[in-house]
């Protein structure tokens, strides 16, 4: 089958040698390797490095039956402004107008959010008899009024009104809706009043843990060793790997001040916090003097494999926000694939999914003192830590492997798509002996 996968800003091959891949990359490798044909829809311009791939509008020939469908969108350098907005529209529009021009697909699967290339996705299914699934990472614009003041939030959904209009269109009208997460499904079949949920089901985020070479291991590890993290100094890592976004979406505040109070105890556990945004200048300069917190900036696939080799546990310190807490973070199929557990200050789902596993350490949020005691209790008992990290791994292959989950989806895919023709041969047939009668 001939599939479009449109997602506007996921990394890809062009982005660097080592980059990470996420979710729409590894569905559509799979689907290339089971000989389905590819077309990934997305942008010119890189949401992590903010910056462009290419100059122009381009397909690009990246493998036999897989090839990329770069659009050209102008540059934003906030991921909550104006000009992403703008960038997201524009993109949105100009799919609209190259698929005209295209040979249609047998289907159509686009991320949400963004809502307005799914809107021009789900448009262009409808109007062309074709199966399109709605991929739903997020819960937009619901997360936006949410962290707004209690007083504020009619307002809000006044003002997004013509946005629910469009999400209102995508779900009524998505042949399948499928998700990460229970509540993302029911929350949007729900809002939307949708009543064809024939296909919708979960399907979790999933990691494919690498296969690095000899070479590649060996340089990721001389780089680990400039910030003084050695394989065979058997200290006890916490690992952060993300975005160092807004202070009212990430607490490394408290993160930071756990290690303050555990490095007065210990020289042996240290805090490695991967990753680059808008606050990282600022939680440098809380962190400073501090020998055991170390910031190395956006890091690549095998330094984060080499990195999750020799880490104690890893940490997700969101804040509790209603769509956190009714999430997985993708971060945690990371930690898991590594074998290690995870500490949070996130209260709901992923303590709830992940309790049968006792691999989850969670300590009330802005609680440093909670989460010092936690990892210097994990750091003082070697087989606890052990069998913990046995349970994240056993957690990993159940639940978050790429192999299995990535598998399954393709055989849905290719379901969804039986089914649909099945239907649709179905319509036609009532409706010429409804003609002929």
Known sequence: MKVWIVNVSEPCFLDGENVR????????????ERNHEVIFWTSTFTHENKSQRLDNTTLYRYKNNFNYFFIKTPPYY??????????????ARKFAKLA?????????????PDIFHSYEAVKYAKKH??????DVRDMWPEAFVEVMPKFLKPVAKVFLSPIYLYVNYIFRNATAVISMLPFCLQWYQNLSNRKNRQFDRVFHHAYKKLNPTHEELE????FWKKYGIEKDNKDFIVCFFGSIGSKTVIDLDTVIKAGKLIESKTNKIKFILCGTGQSLNYYKSIAKGCKNI?????VDANKIYTLLEMGAVGIIPYRNRFDFKNTIPNKAAEYLSGGLPILTCMDGYINEFLKPYSCVFHYQENNSDELANIILDLYSNPQKLK??????????????????VYKEMINYFEKVLNQSKLKFQTENNLTFNKFNK
């Open 100 to 112: 005209e021009k295209e040979d249609p697909p047998d289907l159509i699967l686009t991320s949400y």
């Open 21 to 32: 891949l996420h979710r729409s990359y590894m569905v559509s490798e799979c689907l290339s």
């Open 387 to 404: 069998q913990s990290s046995e349970n994240a791994f056993k957690a990993y292959n159940d639940h978050f492997n790429s192999d299995k």
């Open 129 to 134: 008899n074709i199966p399109v699934v709605v």
């Open 294 to 298: 170390v910031f190395p900036g956006w």
């Open 78 to 91: 906030k991921n909550v402004s104006l000009a992403r907005v703008i960038n997201h529209l524009q993109f």
């Open 219 to 222: 340089e990721s590890y001389s």
